[in-house]
């Protein structure tokens, strides 16, 4: 049980999977490609001693595996996993602490503990240039709070057990912000500090924020989990962490007693100012776009304060092993939580958000001469209205039979569904309506449209392992790689206007309708390099299912419309970036060559062998 960072870093190190890197790193891109180097060879976690022109230490990719992340939590694990399976009234375990005594205790001790305002975190009085100001990616508009715990409470109801814990990223500095005086949060007026804000803005009133960063391992999980009502996230956090949240408060801001950092200021009414580029989790930058601005107050650090950090880009990421281990934490609250549903997977090297898959019950079949999605499709639309799961454009959804599913052997449940779906009936358009705010394929901002794929029933074709000669031969659309079976990609010239793709796609669909019918190929991809889509399957979901607006880029060959339902025989979706998508993350050549030094024989990574 850790009382604070540092005693965990101590703790990995001594047990191996913690990596000091005594030379000095530029905090300008060389920190972010040494992690990300790390990060992908499974490697341990990182702590930078010498940033330059910080005196601060940082860490990183201390979550960057779930090996890791389950060790550092190994003494409160068993105790978090009982209070999270009574998600359906978690304070239970208070109120009746003989039913449920082991949960009951632990809940208890976990409640947050008010203590003197002269402790570790506000020992020391410092400014915003004094942090390790790290930039990730080239383009990004400053530097940015990767793993803040953005803390605020509720205007109309205040009091610790009223308050919200989310994690908002924060710019720090570049664009008009100004150095030391203002910072920047990145958030929607639905998420819990939104809340808080439209309170303080009917009482004519700022929102004092308070940004932690640092502390126990456990508060900035905390931060990231979906909790049950009746659960805080401050009482998670001493839950998970084995040792009650202490916090005080100076100036009226709550202060976290076992922070590395915090960051206190005010948001007031209507004060936005623009914020990032941010390279973001489906691989490309997200826009400047105006957010809240928040009037810093004062900055503390406690004495030998570590600033911990991650890496956000293509996945996987750090934030990957992040999932996971909330995954396990919940374990099956998405069956609680949507009668019906078996398992959603929302796939990561697609971004999350853009594509899940799903595996639901079908009841209502017995009643029917045929098979066919039925009860799916009531499961898809509660799937499509819960929480971050309403993000998604794609949904791929089917139910068990005779063979047991998984939606995580993506290769075999896309084949599973490819192999039964009726494209005359199986496909369902969500037309304007919301997606992600950080995905660019839309319409406009948070603008966009949805599909869901739902297949039931007996098997209806085999599908091929080789190119159809249909798809061969397309003048203007080559070459023809198979991705999978049952789905290839096929290059053509680069996306002009959706006028233009409109006429692209007609000739198209046209020309494969001509060479007979492609029974054995639903699903063909239209892109700007087939080679590199079907490379891997991480290449083809993340190009495909961020790159393209289901009820835009989604055309068929033979396709019409049945009474108002669109049907074809094949799909054919349009995977090539459009003109006004963000652009994707590419690191810098010239940093990727300088940071070799680090893992040259001798150096601080020099065992580590990442660079074969």
């Known amino acids: 049980m850790y009382r604070n960072l540092e005693d965990c870093l101590i703790d990995l190190e001594k047990h191996g999977h913690l990596v000091r890197i005594q030379e000095e790193v530029d905090p300008y891109l060389e920190m972010a490609a040494i992690h990300m180097k790390v990060y992908e060879a499974g490697g341990p976690a990182l702590l930078f001693e010498r940033v330059k022109g910080s005196k601060f230490r940082a860490v990183s990719n201390l979550f960057g595996t779930i090996e890791r992340s389950k060790f550092i939590f190994r003494h409160t694990w068993a105790a978090v996993q009982s209070v999270m399976a009574l998600r359906g009234d978690p304070i239970q375990a208070l109120k009746n602490p003989f039913k449920h005594v082991s949960t ?9 503990l008010k203590k003197s305002a002269s402790q570790p975190a506000a020992a020391q009085e410092i400014q915003i240039s004094d942090l390790p100001l790290i930039q990730h990616w080239p383009m990004d508009g400053g530097a940015f709070i990767t793993l803040p715990q953005v803390y605020t409470e509720d205007p109309a109801k205040p009091g610790i057990m009223n308050s919200n814990l989310g994690m908002y990223r924060v710019q720090l500095s570049g ?30 009133m700022p929102l004092k924020v308070s940004c932690f960063v640092g502390g126990p391992p456990a508060h900035t999980l905390s931060a990231v989990m979906p909790l049950p009502e009746g659960l805080s996230e401050l009482t998670f956090a001493g839950l998970l962490a084995g040792r009650r949240f202490r916090y005080s408060y100076i100036d009226g801001f709550c202060i976290s007693n076992d922070a590395d950092f915090v960051i206190t200021g005010e948001i007031h009414a209507g004060e936005t100012k623009p914020e990032g580029p941010f390279g973001d989790h489906l691989g490309y930058y997200s826009l400047t776009h105006p957010f809240p601005l928040m009037r810093v107050h004062k900055v503390y650090a406690k004495p030998n304060a570590i600033w911990p950090f991650t890496v956000v880009g293509r996945p996987p990421q750090e934030d990957t092993a992040f999932g996971e281990l909330i995954h396990e934490l919940t374990g099956d609250a998405i069956k609680q939580e949507i009668p019906g549903v078996k398992e959603v997977h929302a796939v990561d090297a697609a971004g999350v958000h853009p594509l899940l898959f799903a595996i639901g019950s079908e009841r209502y079949t017995p009643y029917q001469q045929v098979k066919q999605p039925t009860e799916m499709l009531t499961i898809a639309n509660r799937i499509l209205g819960t929480g971050q799961l309403s993000l998604a454009k794609y949904l791929f959804i089917t139910a068990e039979e005779q063979q047991p599913l998984s939606t995580h052997h993506e290769v075999d449940f896309l084949a599973y569904i490819l192999e039964r779906i009726d494209l005359r009936r199986d496909l369902h358009f969500y037309t304007n309506t919301t997606i992600d705010t950080l995905d660019y394929s839309g319409t406009g901002l948070n603008s966009g449209s949805k599909v869901v794929f739902a297949a039931y029933g007996d098997k209806k074709r085999e599908l091929c392992i080789e190119v159809p000669d249909a798809l061969k031969a397309l003048r203007g659309f080559e070459p023809a790689c198979l991705v999978m079976p049952g789905i290839v990609a096929i290059q053509g010239p680069a996306f002009t206007s959706y006028a233009q793709a409109q006429l692209e796609l007609q000739g198209l669909c046209e020309a494969i309708q001509a060479k007979g019918s492609m029974p054995s190929c639903p699903m063909v991809i239209l892109c700007d390099d087939s080679p590199f889509i079907s490379a891997t399957m991480k290449n083809f979901f993340w190009a495909t299912f961020t790159r393209s607006n289901p009820s835009h880029d989604i055309y068929g060959v033979n396709s019409r419309y049945e009474s108002k339902h669109w049907a074809c025989d094949n799909v054919v979706i349009d995977a090539r970036i459009k003109p006004h998508q963000a652009p994707p993350l590419i690191p810098d050549p010239t940093v990727e060559k ?14 580590l062998k990442l660079l074969g």
Request: hydrophobic share 35%.
């Open 104 to 112: 009951g205790l632990s809940a208890w001790k976990a409640l947050p």
């Open 175 to 204: 664009n008009e912000y100004e150095l030391n005086q203002e910072i920047g949060l990145h958030y929607q007026i639905h998420r819990g500090i939104g809340v808080h804000q439209d309170q303080a803005n009917k009482q004519g």
């Open 594 to 607: 300088n940071i070799e030094r680090l893992f040259a024989k001798g150096a601080s990574l020099g065992g």
